[in-house]
Structures are given as C-alpha cells and as structure tokens.
C-alpha cells in the first residue's frame, strides 16, 4: 500500500513538468492551429536561461521562472509576428514544416552557444525531501508541481478575464468575424505564440532542476506535450492540467513494472494515447463541439 | 447633423475583380450621416463582395473608400472596425465557445477605438446592446441554444457593441418569417435611433420600402439606379435584371393596356 500511495505522489509530481509542458503547446494548437514542433527547443531555450542565470549569478531556479516567461514571451511573439504569420492560413503541413525548421535552428543556436555538454542546475536544496509515513516527497519536485499550477492557473486567468484573453477567445472561435469586431489579428497571433513560448520557457527552468538538459534535449517534450493534449482534450487549460497529471501517474506506474525501463514506460503512455483517440476523441476532459 | 458638407462614406470608382470578372465594377455613390440606405440586386451583383470592400476584407483593385473625407483604401479589416465601421455577415458567425453575453462583450470591448473599454465596462455595454436587440433575457445562454432569428439578433448585437457609426448589414432578414421581418426591422429601427448610419443589403423588398429612403440597384457590379426605393423598383432596368427581358416586356403591354382602362 505504502509503494503504491509512493508512487501516485511521485507520478503527480512528475506530472506538474507534463502540465507546464503541454499548457503552451495545447494553447499554440488550440487557438492557432498549428502544431508547434519548435515547443521543445523553446522549453530547452527556458531551461538554458535558468541555468545561466543560476550558473553566472547563484540566483535561485525558482527566481529565474519569470525571467524565462519573459525572455521566452518575447522571442515567440517576435517568431509569430515575424516568420510564423506569414502562413497562418497555409495548409497544416506548412506549419509541420516551418516549426520543424524553426526547431532546427533554435537548437543549433544553443548547440553554437552552450556546445553539447549536459547541464544541470543543483541548488542546495536539490535530492533533498521529507518523509510523511514513509512516503518521500522531493522538494523540487513538490514546488515544481506547484510552480506548474501556478502557471495554468495564471494562464486560465489571463484567457477568461482579460481583453487579450477574449481576444484569444474569439480570433480561435471565428477568425474573420473577430477581424470585424476590431481584433488585431496579427497581433493577437503573436501573443498566443508569446504566452506558449512564455509556458515553454516555464517548463524549460523546471525542467533543469530535475535533469541535465543539452541542446538537443528537446524532441521529447514535444512528443509528451502532443500526448498530454489529446490526454486531457484540446481547447481548456484545466483539461491540459488533467491531461499532464495523468501522463506522470501512467509513466510512473510504468517504470514500477519489474523490468521495464523509461521506453517501456512511453510505449504505456502512448499506447494510453491511443487508446484515449480511439475510444474518447475528446480527451479525458474535453468537451465535443 | 454635421457641420461638414462631406458624405460620411464615399465610394468613388470602387473596382474588385475576381480572376479578370470583374465582381464589383466602378461603383459610386455616397453614403449621408443618419440616413438609412438599402442595396439589392440579383444574386451575384456584388452587393457583398461591396460590403467586404468597404470593410477591408477585400483589397480593391480600383477607386477609392472615402470615410468622413480620409481614403481608407487598403487599410486592414480591424483598422476599419475601430473608424467606426461596424459589419454583420450574411451567413452568421457568432464566436461558438462563448455566451451571448461574451459575443457581444468581445464586440464592446474592441470595435471603435473612439472609448478605450475595460472588460466590465465592455460587459455593462454588452448588457445594453443585448436589451436594444431583444436578447437580454438569453443573454446567459450558449450560442448553440439560440434559434436563427436569434442567432442574426446576436450578429447585429455584437456589431452594435462596437458603436459604430456606420453599420453594414448583410442581409439580416434573409430566411426569416414575416413576423419575424417585422421584429427585426423594429431592431434596426431602434439601432438607427441611437444615431447610427445603416447600410443594408436586403432581397426582401418589402424592408428596403419599409425602411429605406434611398436604395440603390447593383447589377453584375454596376450600379444601375439609385432614387426613392419606390421609384427605383419599377424602374424597367430593375425589372429587367431581376426578372428578365421577357417578363419586363409583358409588364410593360399590361402596364400599357392597364392605363386607358
């Protein structure tokens, strides 16, 4: 009993990364329609600027979370206004293409600046925890998992109460009715990038505080994040919050089964993935249109 | 009601061409603070490739847009929104996601940048806006739970919201009962009456008589009359677009054999 309560805490806390990884990733797809095969590289750019601002300053990771959102808000929107506008309307194939090159060069830039060694970011406090009825809850990950919260929370905040958020609401809803009514298109484009990016970034620091990451380090978010949005359904933050959690209670149940490794534990998760897109099509919580 | 002597819409040799044919082809015409002006036409005149001109989803390939004497040629769809230029789709596109109330916030709270607006402000005028077209009390419910009568209260509501001074309908009445003719042009009565300009696109003819000083006819993207909407509609030339050559001529014997009797 004990080994089983173990790991539902250790698959939840694991989940806080999943959710800060998908949040972006469902927003971006979601709103824009594009699915954003750069969303690892910018999780790994996050996760570059924490350690450097760990590594050059001492500045503690949990400090660097909100420079990572703005530094990340700031290179998407300038992404979509710049590059990623430009074929909005393009076929979904389009953007396949064009965020698999963005992905390309963003982590050959890293590659360019950091080299390929792993990094990591240990503040003092890290592999350190505490014990209730022995059951161990790791610091990083139990504030990690609130850090990720925070965020979705932040986020669903800022898409239902305010004018960008209704902004973001309609220009998803209908494009050109939103264009009439006022709506910035462009603009409110390059803000949903910005705030998946700024979520990126998010993810990225948290990240770093719990693995080494390299520039290449990336691809695998991307892949986590397509599943934990059709875990959860697309189109709602909180469906995405769902979605992450169960990823990491399914991984960790996965690496519990004697023998398996962490490719085992992916084979469950995307075969729950499968599973979920067969027998659900609109996630766990999402709701058919 | 104004000082200037200028039209506050002025379209001067308006030209779209879609592949060579030419959808919308030198249209002119004025458009006078407060009135209300009606547009018909046969199917495939240009009457909403027109609208889509002036709102700047179309760029024209001709002439010129004039609003309150400024070219606004060219200028993106949003940009025309916030003059003051408000639009409803014939086809309605209602933001899906989202209450009554929200579809009409979102108009309130971009829309004419004449009042910077708050969401709560946007929200108290949404309320307004719902009350003057008639749907405060589904003000709560999803768009999908609206009827179609509803569904074109909403489009006007959410157009309404951004306070235009000029709003284009396209079409609003179309597929609608004769009971539910006569509440909507109570609707576009009571938004005239706030002060708003109206220029609308109508095939029912009875709404252009009804509430139309002034019409104007297009035909295959010319404008081919503009007067009294009585008086234009027994223009021969109207008669003969909308019904053809051959029915125009039997109507002009019956006319002629009615007249002695």
């Known amino acids: ?33 594009i699915v954003n095969l750069a969303h690892g ?16 300053f001492g500045l503690d990771p949990f400090l660097t979370l909100p420079v990572d959102a703005v530094a990340l808000f700031v290179l998407g929107y300038a992404l979509q206004r710049g590059v990623i506008n430009r074929i909005i309307r393009a076929p979904l194939l389009f953007t396949f293409l064009l965020t698999f090159g963005l992905n390309l060069v963003i982590v050959n830039i890293l590659l360019l600046i950091f080299g390929s060694d792993f990094r990591s970011v240990t503040p ?16 990083v990950r139990l504030t990690s998992l609130g850090a990720a919260i925070l965020l979705s929370a932040g986020l669903a905040f800022l898409l239902s109460r305010t004018r960008i958020g209704l902004a973001i609401h309609a220009i998803a809803a ?45 691809e695998p978010y991307t892949l986590q994040a397509f599943v934990v949005v059709i875990l959860g359904g697309l189109g709602r933050v909180s469906a995405t919050v769902v979605g992450g959690l169960a990823f990491g209670l399914v991984e960790a149940f996965g690496q519990s089964i004697p023998g398996s490794g962490s490719v085992f534990a992916n084979a469950i998760a995307f075969g729950l993935m499968v599973l979920v897109l067969v027998t659900r099509p609109q996630g766990l919580m999402g709701r058919l249109r | 009601m104004s000082t200037t002597a200028e039209p506050q819409l002025e379209l001067r040799g308006v030209t779209k061409r879609f592949g060579g044919v030419g959808a919308v082809d030198g249209v002119t015409f004025q458009v006078e603070r407060g009135e209300i002006l009606g547009i018909i036409g046969p199917n495939g005149a240009g009457k909403t490739t027109l609208l889509n001109c002036i709102s700047g989803v179309h760029r024209v390939d001709g002439g010129d847009i004039r609003w309150e004497g400024r070219s606004i040629t060219g200028m993106a769809p949003h940009r025309v929104a916030r003059l003051g230029i408000g639009r409803t789709f014939q086809i309605v596109r209602p933001f899906g996601s989202m209450t009554v109330r929200e579809n009409a916030a979102v108009g309130a709270l971009f829309g004419s940048s004449a009042a910077r607006r708050g969401p709560k402000q946007a929200f108290e005028i949404a309320d307004q806006v719902l009350e003057l077209v008639g749907l405060k009390a589904k003000a709560g419910q999803p768009v999908s739970a609206l009827t179609i009568p509803d569904r074109k209260r909403l489009e006007v509501a959410r157009a309404v919201a951004t306070r235009p001074q000029l709003l284009l309908l ?24 706030t002060g708003v300009t109206v220029l609308l696109i109508e095939h029912v003819m009875r709404v252009i008589v009804g509430i139309c000083r002034r019409a104007i006819v297009l035909d295959f993207g010319h404008v081919l009359a503009e007067g009294e909407p009585e008086v234009v509609l027994r223009d021969e030339r109207v008669i003969k677009a909308y019904l053809g050559e051959r029915y125009a001529k039997r109507l002009r014997t019956e006319r002629g054999q009615d007249s002695p009797s």
């Open chain 2, 170 to 193: 396209d079409e609003v009445m179309a597929g609608l009962n004769n009971v539910e003719i006569d509440e909507a042009l109570e609707m576009v009565r009571a938004v005239h009456a």
């Open chain 1, 124 to 139: 003092t406090y890290s592999g350190q925890g505490f014990e209730i009825g022995g059951i161990v809850v790791p610091y």
């Open chain 1, 41 to 56: 590289a910018l999780v790994i750019v996050g996760g570059y600027i924490t350690w450097q601002l760990f590594t050059a």
């Open chain 1, 1 to 33: 009993m004990a080994a089983f309560v173990q790991l539902v805490i250790l698959g939840l806390l694991a989940g806080g990364v999943y959710v800060a990884v998908g949040v972006g990733f469902g927003l971006v797809w979601g709103v824009l329609n």
């Open chain 1, 174 to 218: 209908d494009r050109d009715a939103a264009q009439l009514v006022g709506i910035d298109l462009r603009h409110a484009y390059a803000v949903t990038y910005g705030l998946g990016a700024a979520c990126a970034g998010v993810a990225g620091g948290l990240i770093a505080m719990i693995q080494a990451i390299t520039p290449t380090a990336g």
